[in-house]
């Protein structure tokens, strides 16, 4: 298993450019999640999912959207970039909670510098 | 909203001294889990606790979830310079999904 994979690993973006963030786990995860971690700080939640179709904000959405067609694919979206979303960006992966095993499996990273 | 205080966020200890870093909720926690990153790299969970007063080990890891399961530790005996690293403790809270909500971190650095 490849876990989860997550392309581009770096990207520069302009300020106002738009770019999509993938994020693939080949583990049957239903839930799955996307954090950002700034330098020196915790992770923060973006957007998570429970499963196909189904997706809902977390802690720190604005200027982001996500969407999940498929158990496997949960793509981040920037639209109109801006500087303060300068960060490194994690995908993660876990079981339902109610099978009392839901650690999460975080990607490589997409580090992510908007000038 | 709900946050999870850890301390210290940077503890620098000579290789073979011990390290301790702590996690304090002000709500109780469904379970709480940690993870560590090393530098450059991606968090890898640990442990989970969930039971009231649980203790696990892990070779030279402690973990401890308190008896109020609002608090949490790590304890490192005798570091090693493979232990440099972040480590997180990420909150699990009741009826919140899977949803976890991470401290800041304890950055750890071991001078050999």
């Known amino acids: 298993n490849a876990g989860v994979t997550q392309t581009p690993k770096f990207r520069i973006l302009k300020i106002g450019q738009s770019m999509t963030l993938q994020c693939t786990q080949d583990?049957?995860?239903?839930?799955m999640y996307w954090y950002r971690q700034d330098p020196g700080m915790g992770l923060k939640l973006i957007y998570y999912?429970?499963?196909?179709?189904?997706?809902d904000k977390g802690e720190v959405p604005n200027g982001y959207n996500v969407s999940r067609s498929t158990t496997e694919d949960f793509p981040l979206r920037l639209e109109l970039a801006a500087p303060s979303q300068t960060s490194v960006y994690f995908c993660?992966?876990?079981?339902?909670?109610?099978?009392?095993?839901?650690?999460?499996?975080f990607g490589p990273g997409t580090r992510l510098t908007v000038l | 909203g709900q946050q999870v205080m850890q301390i210290p966020q940077y503890q620098h200890v000579q290789e073979g001294e011990d390290f301790t870093t702590y996690c304090n909720s002000s709500?109780?926690?469904?379970?709480i889990q940690w993870y560590k990153q090393r530098p450059g790299g991606h968090p890898v969970f640990l442990i989970q606790?969930?039971?009231?007063?649980e203790v696990k080990k892990q070779k030279r890891l402690t973990f401890q979830f308190g008896e109020a399961k609002k608090n949490s530790s790590l304890h490192i005996t005798a570091t090693q310079t493979t232990d440099v690293g972040t480590y997180f403790c990420?909150?699990?809270?009741?009826?919140?999904?899977?949803?976890?909500?991470f401290g800041q971190g304890t950055e750890l650095s071991v001078k050999p």
């Open positions: 583990m049957n995860h239903n839930y």
């Open positions: 999912s429970v499963g196909a179709g189904i997706t």
């Open positions: 993660a992966s876990s079981l339902p909670t109610w099978t009392g095993s839901n650690e999460q499996f």
């Open positions: 990420a909150a699990a809270i009741y009826n919140q999904g899977g949803k976890l909500i």
């Open positions: 709500t109780t926690l469904s379970n």
């Open positions: 606790l969930v039971k009231s007063g």
